[in-house]
C-alpha cells in the first residue's frame, strides 16, 4: 500500500495529494459525526461527508500543496532553526487565518447558508484553537517530514481536527 502511494505520488503529486486530502477530510467527518456527536450511522448525514469530502480534495488539498512547495522554495533562511520558525510564522500568520475563512466561507455556501454568519460565529474561536495546536504539529512537520509527505502528515493529524472543524460548522 506505501509502495503504490508513492507510485501515485510521483506519477502525479498533485492529485495524489488532492484525493488523499478528500478521503481525510471525510474520515475526519465520520470521526465527527459518529464519535463525537454519537449520531449512529442512521442518523449520519452523508451529504455533510461529501461536503466535507470536496472542499479537501478541490480546495484544500491543492492549495495546501502549493503552499508547502512555496514555503519550501521561498522561506528559506541562514539557520535550519530560524528557517523553522519563519514557515511555521507564514504557516499560521498566513495560511491559516485565510484557509480557516475560505472554509466555513464554502461550507457556508454549500449549505446555503450565510458566510457572514458563519464568520461572525465560528471564525475567531476556531482560529485561536488553530493557534493552541498547529504551530507546535508544523514545527514537527517542517522540521521532520520531506516535502512530498508535509501534506500527508498535516492530513493525518487532520483526521482531529477535521472532526473538530465539521463539529464547529455543523454547531
Given at each position: ?6 507510485a ?6 498533485l ?5 488523499t ?22 442518523k449520519?448525514?452523508?451529504t ?33 532553526n530560524?528557517t523553522?520558525?519563519?514557515r511555521?510564522a ?10 480557516i ?27 485561536l ?12 512537520n ?10 500527508l ?8 481536527w ?10
Amino acid at each position: 500500500m506505501v509502495r503504490e502511494y508513492q507510485a501515485r505520488l510521483a506519477a502525479r503529486p498533485l492529485f495524489t495529494q488532492a484525493v488523499t486530502t478528500s478521503i481525510l477530510f471525510a474520515v475526519g467527518d465520520l470521526t465527527a459525526q459518529q464519535l463525537v456527536e454519537k449520531r449512529g450511522i442512521e442518523k449520519h448525514d452523508f451529504t455533510r461527508t461529501g461536503r466535507m469530502a470536496l472542499y479537501g480534495g478541490v480546495v484544500f488539498g491543492p492549495a495546501a500543496a502549493t503552499w508547502f512547495k512555496f514555503l519550501s522554495r521561498h522561506v528559506n533562511l541562514r539557520s535550519p532553526n530560524a528557517t523553522i520558525l519563519a514557515r511555521v510564522a507564514c504557516d499560521q500568520g498566513i495560511f491559516a487565518p485565510t484557509f480557516i475563512g475560505v472554509f466555513l466561507s464554502s461550507m457556508a455556501v454549500l449549505e446555503g447558508g450565510s458566510p457572514k454568519e458563519k464568520l461572525e460565529k465560528s471564525y475567531t474561536d476556531t482560529l485561536l484553537t488553530n493557534w493552541m495546536i498547529w504551530p507546535f504539529v508544523q514545527m514537527v512537520n517542517f522540521k521532520l517530514v520531506p516535502l512530498h509527505h508535509r501534506l500527508l502528515f498535516v492530513n493525518v493529524i487532520s483526521i482531529g481536527w477535521n472532526s473538530y472543524l465539521s463539529f464547529v460548522n455543523s454547531s
